[in-house]
Structures are given as C-alpha cells and as structure tokens.
C-alpha cells in the first residue's frame, strides 16, 4: 500500500497554523517584570511549522522480466554486500580446517571453531595398562602371539572371520600370530597355567547363559595377563548366539568389526570416547580400525623383545 499526502491536507495544516498564531498573540503580555519577577521575552517571530508525521512507502519494483518482487540488477546494498563477504569468509576458514586437517595449525583452528577434542579428535586411541614410566604393557615384538581356538558353538563362517581380523591386527601392529589349532579348553581355565610357559590365547563363542561376562548387550570381551611387564597370554570370548544371528542376516562385516574390536583389547588398546574409532565401546558404523587405533596399534607392536 502507498501511502501519499495530498494538497487538500496541506491546505488545513495552513489554516490551522493561522488560527493558532491568532491565538497567541490574543493573549495578554507584561511590560517590565512577570508576577514572577522574571522578563518575558515578547513573541517577534513565527511559530514554527507543526511537526508533520511522515509516512512511509513500500512498493515493489519489478525486475528486467516484469515479474512482481523480483529484483533487477539494481545496485547491491552495502549491508547485502557485507553479508556475503561474512558468509564467504566462514566458508572459506572452514575448508581451510577440514582440508589441513593433518597439520598443528588446523588444530588450533578446530579449537576455535569448537570442533577440538570435545568432539573426539580422530587420533584418539588409549592403552589397556601402562608401567611405572607411562609406556603401555606390550607383547614381545620378536616373539609370535600363540592361539588356539574352541569352536564350539562357532558359527560356521568362523575360520575366514577370524583369518582376516588377525590380519587386520598384524598389519596395523606388526605382530605375528601364531595358530596352534583347535582346543576344548574352557573360558575359566586360566590361561597362565602351572608351568613356566603360559597356554596359547584362547578364541572361543559362549553362552551368555554359562558366560556371565557375556549378559545384557555384550557381544565379546577380551584382555590379556602380563608377567614381568610383557603381555604372555589372553582370551577372546565372543557371544555365539549373537555371531550366529549375524550370520543368518549376511552381517560378516559385522562379525569382523567385532572380533577386531576384542583382537584390540587382546594387544592392549582400551575403549575411548570417540565414535571414529573402533575401539568405541559399542557398535556404531565403524567397520574397520580408525586412525586413532591405527595410531595405537602401531605404538603396541613396537614394544621390546623379550
């Protein structure tokens, strides 16, 4: 809507402003001093015009195509102007960030942005046990990790499962692993056993019904013993029920994620609060080792030979 003051309005304010002056020079005035005692300054001047309200106006100027509301290649304001610098600065900071992600000065930058550790820093990764001088317990780098394997209650694709995490595991460790076969022993043996040479690491699928480690929502749990500083033996007990439904759904993927997870905590990652990594204490996307296990991994396998 537009709108406009028209003449017949002005006309009246005219009149209006003749009357009032009229008025006031009816009034009477003092010659000398006011009732007060102060002088009174005798009116020699017009009053000034009354205050006009001034309206606005709003319309739309129709662009190179004629269409209603939409602009045309008018002169951008400077406010616009100063937007779209703002706008092209952020983006332009943000890529910054994310593609030096890797260098110390993005970190300060991810600070700044909030993006730091509270979000997990994608190297993040934590050790099981550590000695007296904060150097994480590692297993031998020269000597192979023995195992055996219970497959009982097994799935039946459990050979290829287990084949490619232990892989996964060499390759991000260095370490070797050694198969020593199959054997009937149970989850509550323990591994140390009465002689001077510990049992191989037991790989077997329980229960959770026998397996009490295994209640609730858990689909494996692993650790390792040390003696003298260096990791000698372990376990991995995976859920069997659990396995067995992935294997129903075509989740080998899946079965591997897992098995890699416990594998972690056999060469003596621990869980971190970082959903990047794999060793995030449940299952979330992540299929494969991040690089904070990665970074983990790598610091485990160069222990000492011993």
Same mark, same amino acid.
């Given at each position: ?96 960030? #994310? ?27 934590? #050790? ?42 060499? *390759?991000?460790?260095?370490?070797? #692993? ?16 009465? @002689? ?10 329980? *229960? ?11 689909? @494996? ?6 003696? @003298? ?13 659990? #396995? *067995? ?46 690089? @904070? ?14």
């Amino acid at each position: 809507m537009i709108l406009l003051v028209s003449r017949e309005s002005r006309r009246e304010q005219r009149r209006w402003q003749r009357e009032l002056e009229a008025e006031l020079r009816a009034l009477p005035t003092y010659e000398g001093e006011t009732l007060d005692g102060g002088d009174v300054a005798p009116l020699s001047r017009r009053l000034p015009t009354p205050p006009r309200r001034r309206l606005g106006r709003r319309s739309h100027r129709p662009g190179r195509t004629g269409q209603l509301g939409r602009p045309g290649r008018g002169r951008v304001s400077s406010e616009r102007r100063r937007t779209v610098l703002t706008v092209a600065v952020t983006v332009a900071v943000i890529a910054a960030v #994310f593609t030096a992600s890797l260098t110390p000065l993005a970190t300060a930058l991810r600070g700044v942005l909030g993006l730091g550790a509270d979000r997990g820093d994608s190297s993040t990764y934590r #050790f099981l046990a550590t000695d007296a001088l904060g150097q994480p317990v590692r297993w031998s780098s020269c000597d192979p990790i023995r195992y055996v394997v219970n497959p009982t209650n097994a799935p039946d694709g459990w050979r290829d499962t287990l084949d490619a995490s232990l892989a996964a595991v060499s *390759d991000a460790t260095g370490l070797q #692993f050694d198969d020593e076969g199959v054997s009937s022993a149970s989850t509550t043996t323990s591994r140390l056993g009465p @002689g001077d040479r510990p049992d191989p690491v037991l790989v077997s699928w329980a *229960d959770p019904r026998d397996e009490p480690e295994l209640e609730g929502d858990i689909v @494996g749990v692993a650790g390792a013993a040390s003696i @003298g500083g260096i990791y000698q033996t372990g376990s991995v007990i995976l859920d069997a029920p659990a #396995f *067995d439904e992935m294997e129903r759904r075509g989740e080998e993927g899946l079965q591997r994620a897992v098995l890699m997870h416990e594998l972690g905590h056999l060469v003596g990652l621990d869980h971190v609060d970082d959903r990047r990594q794999l060793m995030y204490p449940s299952t979330t996307v992540q299929m494969t080792f991040g690089p @904070g296990d990665l970074t983990g991994l790598r610091i485990l396998g160069e222990g000492p030979c011993a």
